[in-house]
């Protein structure tokens, strides 16, 4: 029997050039873990809907999840992509451009706490945010999120679940309990409207009021 994602992913027609994109990640011996294709999906709905101008994105791997975020930018739409690895970085702006999007995307390279800082004294503010990094600063990217968030700003993270490891009381590594942190501050800030998507391996959502 298929499972539920394996259904949905079945009725839609596979994106050649994301396709591309996973297969160049392969190609440079990257972490195969961009975001799922459902709420790839997702995300440039949601970028659309609230008509979002200006994303930061913490964590870009090869640019699947910043081109399904730029697909959603009306004219003038910006992207910020914080990534650790200029390698990367590399990797991501190549596949931006072949989507189109080169010129609506600026990456910062280094510790993404680092750019963070900077972000914040650069007095930027952003529209929606993107987490899908290293899980240990979850709940930090959460904080600066907040903090750099346009009134109604829509924050996003992904593997809430780390496969299974969240939902396991027998599992209490430092990653671990950051991520669990991280959804305890998303459900129960008084800052923010959320839910938890439970999908592939979970989706957190929330809106800065």
């Given amino acids: 029997m298929l499972s539920q994602e394996q259904y949905s992913e079945q009725l839609y027609t596979e994106d050649e050039i994301l396709l591309q994109v996973k297969q160049s990640i392969a190609d440079h011996g990257m972490p195969e873990v961009s975001v799922e294709p ?8 949601l970028i659309k809907l609230s008509g979002a101008s ?26 910020t992509s ?16 072949l989507a189109g999007f080169g010129d609506s995307v600026e990456y910062r390279i280094g510790p993404a706490m680092d ?14 945010f993107f987490i899908d990094a290293d899980k240990m ?17 829509i924050i996003a993270g992904d ?5 299974g490891r969240t939902l396991n009381t027998d599992r209490n590594g430092p990653a671990i309990l950051a991520v669990r942190r991280f959804n305890e501050m998303i459900a129960t800030d008084d800052r923010l409207i959320s839910t938890l998507l439970p999908a592939y391996d979970g989706l957190a959502l929330a809106m800065v009021k």
């Fill in 82 to 97: 914080l990534e650790l690895k200029p390698e990367y970085a590399a990797v991501a702006r190549r596949n931006l451009e």
């Fill in 38 to 45: 459902g709420y790839g999906r997702l995300l440039t709905m």
């Fill in 159 to 163: 593997n809430i679940f780390l496969r």
């Fill in 137 to 153: 600063n979850y709940p930090n990217y959460l904080e600066y999120a907040i903090q750099l968030a346009n009134p109604g700003a």
């Fill in 115 to 128: 750019s963070l800082k900077i972000l914040e004294s650069e007095g930027r503010k952003f529209d929606f």
């Fill in 54 to 79: 200006s994303v930061l994105e913490i964590g870009a791997l090869g640019g699947y999840s910043g081109i399904c975020l730029s697909r959603g930018f009306r004219d003038g739409g910006k992207l």
